[in-house]
């Protein structure tokens, strides 16, 4: 009778074990791995900006060529709209503010967004049951332009107190895309900050300050009618002059003194001296007014907090038109 050789049983022991501790010990390292992986921070890769574009003169040049393209054509609220009035385009761009500033947006979405929403109701008649479903595609697609991680359906939604559906706003999606031919990368006057900034002697220290103050005042000029005509480069320029004289740079270089630094302005975005003093002198006004708006809503809170004789809830036209950190620009 032959005799059973126990080398081969144990060599296949030997391999199907290990194979068992390996696929264990990768098992083990796959999870803890997964585990290390979902308790790191969640960071959002921001571009830095490109000193190639900032730097070539022909990249200005080009925003001042195209930037009339994506203005609205008329004043919409005397030939195009009938049921929406000033007001109440008003306080659809408040709400479209604070959601973005709630949800810590980029500073150029919420003037894009209003540059699709000026944009569509220059062409479209539009109920104003309709307007805040409106408001909200907008701020859609310009969070989807700008953003590394674009405002959800479902959020905006809630924003809405759910008065809308997210197939509601995803079918007028469609419906402004095609309104606005897809033409969705608009200049704003937010493109220009930088281009302006680079061209002044202005002190390194101050700079974040100066941005934080321009895109204040572009934001209060998004929130005002008036300004919805004014091409983006007069807005950012006027933006930038009154950012420099509430700041009172200009008592530190005889450079960004009054006239000096209106020439000076005028020059690097090709506008009239004249128009561009009265644009700043207009955002200054707009300022000071949201200021005082600011203020006697506050007063009337602590009114109504104290039951005082004003207690009564506010309605929507009372409701702040600025954006939540104006109390800090000077002026």
């Known amino acids: 009778m032959p005799k059973l050789s126990l080398e081969p049983l144990f060599c296949h022991f030997v391999i199907f074990l290990f194979h068992c501790l390996k696929t264990h010990f990768i098992s083990e390292r796959t999870v803890t791995t997964m585990e290390l992986y979902c308790l790191e921070a969640d960071t959002i890769v921001r571009a830095r900006p490109d000193p190639n574009l900032l730097c070539d003169d022909r990249v200005l040049q ?22 929406i009035q000033p007001f109440m385009r008003r306080m659809v761009a408040t709400w479209m503010l604070e959601v973005c500033e709630e949800q810590k947006c980029e500073e150029e979405v919420f003037p894009l967004a209003m540059n699709y929403l000026d944009r569509f109701l220059a062409v479209v008649p539009t109920r104003k049951c309709n307007l805040q479903l409106l408001g909200a595609v907008c701020m859609f697609l310009a969070s989807k332009l700008k953003e590394t991680r674009p ?40 493109d220009f900050i930088e281009h302006i900034v680079k061209k002044l002697p202005l002190p390194e220290d101050k700079l974040d300050l100066i941005r934080k103050h321009v895109q204040t005042f572009i934001a209060l000029c998004a929130t005002d009618f008036n300004f919805a005509m004014y091409p983006p480069s007069m807005i950012a320029t006027g933006s930038v002059g009154a950012a420099i004289c509430g700041l009172q740079l200009n008592s530190t270089d005889h450079s960004l003194w009054g006239d000096s630094l209106m020439e000076l302005l005028a020059k690097i975005t ?11 002198e207009q955002i200054e006004r707009v300022l000071v007014s949201s200021l005082q708006e600011g203020r006697r809503l506050q007063h009337k809170q602590q009114q109504q907090d104290q039951g005082g004789p004003h207690s009564k809830t506010l309605d929507g036209q009372d409701q702040s038109s600025t954006p939540t950190d104006v109390r800090d620009v000077n002026l």
């Open 151 to 190: 405002l959800t359906a479902e959020k905006l939604c809630i924003y809405t107190d759910n008065s809308i559906r997210p197939h509601e706003l995803l079918e007028w999606e469609l419906v402004v895309l095609g309104k606005l031919k897809w033409n969705l990368a608009a200049v704003t006057p937010n």
């Open 62 to 83: 080009s925003l001042l060529t195209i930037e009339e393209r994506f203005l609205p054509q008329c004043s919409y609220f005397k030939c195009v709209q009938k049921d």
């Open 270 to 280: 090709n506008t009239e001296v004249d128009v561009l003093k009265a644009c700043q």
